[in-house]
C-alpha cells in the first residue's frame, strides 16, 4: 500500500528555473513531512520539513506548501542550480517512528 | 560531529549465504531505524529500535531478516539464507528525541546476491 504518492517521477529544469515536486498521502495520522535530497552513493539527507499546523516553510530557496484539507504537500526550488541535481523524496511519519517514503523525483538542473 | 557509519559498503554475497551489515548511529542518539532502498525506489521501512528494545519490526520481509542492538548504539542487520530480491541498499538513520523527528541517515550498504 502506497501511502505517500510522488510526481513527477523526473523533471528537468533550465538554470534558474524553479523546480516542484508533488506528494499526496492517505493517512491523515501523519503529523510531520519532511524532504530529503540523495545524492548517487549517498544517504539521504534532511532538506526541510513542516508539521500540518502550518501551511508554508521557507528555509533559503527550498519552499514547502502544505494543504491539509487537500492531503497535499509540495517542494518548490527557487533559481535552481546544477549542483540541485539529485533524487527527491518526500516522506511522511507520525509518533517519530518510522517514516513513509515518496518513490522519488530525480531531477536534474542543465546549465 | 561524525554521522551515522555504516560497514561495509559493499557487499556481494552468493545466494543462500548469511550476511551481516553493521549501523554505528550518531552518538547519543537514542532511536535506531533501518531501511531497504531497492534500486531506483523509495527507502522502505524495516525495524525500529529505541536503546536496545526493538519496538517495531513490522517492515520486515521474512524470518530471515533479523536485527540487533544489544547495548543501545551499534545495531546488526542481519539475512539470513540471502536470495536474489534480497538485493538493494540498506539505510540506518538514527534520531535523538529531544531533536524533534528528524533522522539522520548513514552512506548504506549496498547489498548484491548472486
Known amino acids: 500500500q502506497q501511502q505517500v504518492k510522488q510526481s513527477p517521477q523526473s523533471l528537468i529544469v533550465q538554470k534558474g528555473g524553479i523546480s516542484i515536486i508533488n506528494c499526496a498521502y492517505e493517512?491523515?495520522?501523519?503529523?510531520?513531512f519532511p524532504w530529503y535530497q540523495q545524492f548517487p552513493g549517498k544517504g539521504p539527507a534532511l532538506l526541510i520539513a513542516?508539521?500540518?499546523?502550518?501551511s508554508e516553510k521557507k528555509e533559503g530557496r527550498f519552499t514547502i506548501s502544505f494543504n491539509k484539507s487537500a492531503k497535499q504537500f509540495s517542494l518548490h526550488i527557487m533559481d535552481s542550480q546544477p549542483g540541485d541535481s539529485a533524487t527527491y523524496f518526500c516522506?511522511?511519519?507520525?509518533?517519530?517512528?518510522?517514516?513513509?517514503f515518496g518513490s522519488g523525483t530525480r531531477l536534474q538542473v542543465q546549465p | 560531529g561524525a554521522g551515522v557509519s555504516q560497514s561495509p559498503r559493499y557487499k556481494v554475497a552468493k545466494r543462500g549465504q548469511d550476511v551481516a551489515l553493521r549501523c554505528d548511529p550518531i552518538s547519543g542518539h537514542v532511536s535506531l531505524f533501518w531501511y531497504q532502498q531497492a534500486l531506483g525506489q523509495g527507502p522502505e521501512f524495516l525495524t525500529y529500535?529505541?536503546?536496545?528494545?526493538?519496538?517495531?519490526k513490522s517492515g520486515l520481509p521474512s524470518d530471515r531478516f533479523f536485527a540487533e542492538r544489544p547495548e543501545g548504539s551499534v545495531s546488526t542487520l542481519k539475512i539470513q539464507r540471502t536470495q536474489q530480491e534480497d538485493s538493494a541498499v540498506y539505510l540506518c538513520?538514527?534520531?535523538?528525541?529531544?531533536?524533534?523527528?528528524?533522522?539522520?541517515f548513514g552512506p548504506g550498504t549496498r547489498l548484491t546476491v548472486t
Open positions: 529500535f529505541q536503546n536496545e528494545a526493538q519496538l517495531d
Open positions: 538513520a538514527s534520531s535523538f528525541p529531544g531533536q524533534g523527528y528528524e533522522q539522520y
Open positions: 516522506a511522511a511519519t507520525t509518533g517519530r517512528r518510522a517514516l513513509t
Open positions: 513542516i508539521r500540518p499546523d502550518v
Open positions: 493517512n491523515t495520522a501523519f503529523d510531520y
